[in-house]
């Protein structure tokens, strides 16, 4: 049989996950061979869009319309760089049990006929619409997409069904409502797809995990007075790139009266003795991302800086030990501290500082967990996800902080933490 027709030959075993529980997981290295069963991108490529047809099977509309660059490669395995992320020139269609359709740009679309054989080579166009309006509106490109999209829709027989769409240009929903077409959600529809990971996902978020733990042996060894925030920043990128990141998406560097609050960024500041400093590593393998925040001291800490470590890190244990199948998020949240006993004014004003977030192609996937969501509106935990746990607590000296995350992979019995550089205590770079 044609390797086209083998998007449509999905059973049911495809939506198994495959989990294989041991006594830890393992963290296979990179590179194919013949002697170990690492990643299997074939189950893995078959699982995603497997869910993705079972999500929209589950829900009211009859195909989807994706222009969210994660969406995409969820469902078609297709990645054209980062620098796509936010240029919004890439769109994919699936309808119903058809095979997707992606446009992409320019050669790209000859690329994939070639080289993904995943695809039905029709399936893969070259197309454009707007590219976030710089290719105005009045040129046309929407209407003739929305037609051909309608189309296609009319064909798999979805014509009378919503179709979902996760996000797209405000001149793109235009056109498609003038070709009838009826727009709902389709970022929820997507995000319950991918909030189960399975094992192939689970090992590159866990591959991805261990590249950033070699970053923070690299950070502990070279934090010292004299060096800048942005030098951190810079050889850790270096680093990543070197072991295969695809996309070094962030890096946070925060030190001494940075520290509080909490400004999410980096900058020149010069390292200095006794200050408290934090980062965070958001970086992807093979698309699934990273969000791992420690903290250090350098040379030296005073008493309130270890007390601030000490909360931090009962705070994030006591959320750990909550993690388990069954487990409401409004009960991991409510182990946490208020945003009125660490000085803000309500949570909306303390958000992202107790917080949990699911890792996969985004850094932000479900499910949500803070106290300013979770506690009116809990979602039930469940085998297979994978998230981030993050805590952060401000010193008595008025600057200083300290932000401790943990990532966990969610098991039958409860949770493994996959982000291993030690954080039991403080540690303090270059001790005097």
């Given at each position: 049989?044609?390797r086209?027709?083998?998007?449509?030959?999905?059973?049911?075993?495809?939506?198994?996950?495959?989990?294989?529980?041991?006594?830890?997981?393992?963290?296979w290295?990179?590179?194919s061979?013949?002697?170990?069963?690492?990643?299997?991108?074939?189950?893995?490529?078959?699982?995603?869009?497997?869910?993705?047809r079972?999500?929209?099977?589950?829900?009211?509309?009859?195909?989807?319309?994706?222009?969210?660059?994660?969406?995409?490669?969820?469902?078609?395995?297709?990645?054209?760089?980062?620098?796509?992320?936010?240029?919004?020139?890439?769109?994919?269609?699936?309808?119903?049990?058809?095979?997707p359709?992606?446009?992409?740009?320019?050669?790209?679309a000859?690329?994939?006929q070639?080289?993904?054989?995943?695809?039905?080579?029709?399936?893969c166009?070259?197309?454009?619409?707007?590219m976030?309006?710089?290719?105005?509106?009045?040129?046309g490109?929407?209407?003739?997409?929305?037609?051909?999209i309608?189309?296609?829709?009319?064909?798999?027989?979805?014509?009378?069904?919503?179709?979902?769409?996760?996000y797209?240009?405000?001149?793109?929903?235009?056109?498609?409502?003038?070709?009838?077409?009826n727009?709902?959600?389709?970022?929820?529809?997507?995000?319950?797809?991918?909030?189960i990971?399975?094992?192939?996902?689970i090992?590159?978020?866990?591959?991805?995990?261990?590249?950033?733990d070699?970053?923070?042996h690299?950070?502990y060894?070279?934090?010292k007075p004299?060096?800048?925030?942005n030098?951190?920043?810079?050889?850790?990128?270096?680093?990543?790139y070197?072991?295969?990141?695809?996309?070094?998406?962030?890096?946070?560097?925060?030190?001494?009266?940075r520290?509080?609050?909490?400004?999410?960024n980096?900058?020149d500041?010069?390292?200095r003795?006794?200050?408290?400093?934090?980062?965070?590593?958001?970086q992807?393998?093979?698309?699934y991302?990273?969000?791992?925040?420690?903290?250090?001291?350098?040379?030296r800490?005073?008493?309130v800086?270890n007390?601030?470590?000490?909360k931090?890190?009962?705070?994030?244990?006591?959320?750990?030990?909550?993690?388990?199948?069954?487990?409401?998020?409004?009960?991991?949240?409510?182990?946490?501290?208020?945003?009125?006993?660490l000085?803000?004014p309500?949570?909306?004003?303390?958000?992202?500082?107790?917080?949990?977030?699911?890792?996969?192609?985004?850094?932000?996937?479900?499910?949500?967990?803070?106290?300013?969501?979770?506690?009116?509106?809990?979602?039930e935990?469940?085998t297979?996800?994978v998230?981030?746990?993050e805590?952060?607590?401000?010193?008595?000296d008025?600057?200083?902080?300290a932000?401790?995350?943990?990532e966990?992979v969610?098991?039958?019995?409860?949770c493994?933490?996959?982000?291993?550089?030690?954080?039991?205590?403080?540690?303090?770079?270059?001790?005097?």
């Open positions: 049989m044609s086209a027709l083998m998007p449509n030959l999905l059973t049911p075993q495809d939506l198994e996950p495959n989990w294989e529980w041991r006594e830890r997981l393992p963290a290295g990179h590179t061979v013949d002697f170990e069963r690492r990643v299997d991108h074939d189950r893995l490529r078959r699982y995603r869009l497997a869910r993705t079972q999500s929209l099977q589950n829900s009211n509309a009859g195909s989807l319309l994706l222009f969210d660059v994660n969406n995409i490669r969820y469902v078609s395995a297709t990645k054209i760089g980062e620098w796509e992320r936010d240029k919004m020139c890439r769109f994919c269609l699936l309808t119903g049990d058809d095979s359709y992606v446009w992409d740009f320019g050669s790209a000859v690329h994939h070639r080289h993904s054989d995943w695809l039905e080579p029709d399936h166009l070259a197309g454009v619409v707007g976030r309006g710089t290719i105005p509106p009045e040129f490109l929407m209407r003739k997409y929305a037609k051909m309608a189309q296609l829709i009319k064909d798999a027989g979805m014509a009378d069904m919503p179709v979902g769409v996760d797209a240009e405000t001149a793109m929903f235009h056109a498609l409502r003038e070709e009838g077409i727009v709902v959600d389709g970022q929820q529809i997507m995000l319950s797809a991918r909030e990971k399975n094992w192939d996902e090992q590159l978020l866990t591959q991805a995990a261990a590249m950033v070699g970053v923070y690299m950070i060894e070279e934090l004299g060096v800048r925030e030098d951190i920043v810079a050889m850790s990128n270096k680093m990543l070197e072991m295969g990141s695809d996309d070094v998406e962030a890096i946070n560097a925060i030190s001494g009266e520290c509080n609050p909490h400004p999410h980096f900058t500041r010069l390292i003795p006794g200050d408290q400093a934090f980062f965070d590593i958001l992807s393998y093979q698309g991302r990273t969000c791992y925040y420690r903290t250090f001291n350098v040379g800490a005073t008493p800086q007390d601030a470590y000490v931090a890190r009962e705070w994030i244990d006591a959320s750990i030990a909550m993690i388990r199948p069954g487990v409401t998020t409004d009960k991991v949240a409510e182990v946490w501290p208020t945003a009125e006993s000085g803000f309500n949570e909306d004003a303390a958000f992202g500082l107790q917080f949990g977030h699911g890792l996969g192609l985004a850094l932000h996937e479900r499910p949500i967990i803070s106290r300013a969501v979770s506690l009116d509106h809990p979602m935990i469940q297979g996800m998230f981030a746990l805590t952060y607590c401000p010193a008595a008025g600057y200083s902080a932000r401790i995350e943990e966990v969610v098991t039958e019995t409860g493994e933490v996959i982000s291993l550089f030690p954080a039991e205590e403080l540690p303090i770079a270059n001790r005097y």
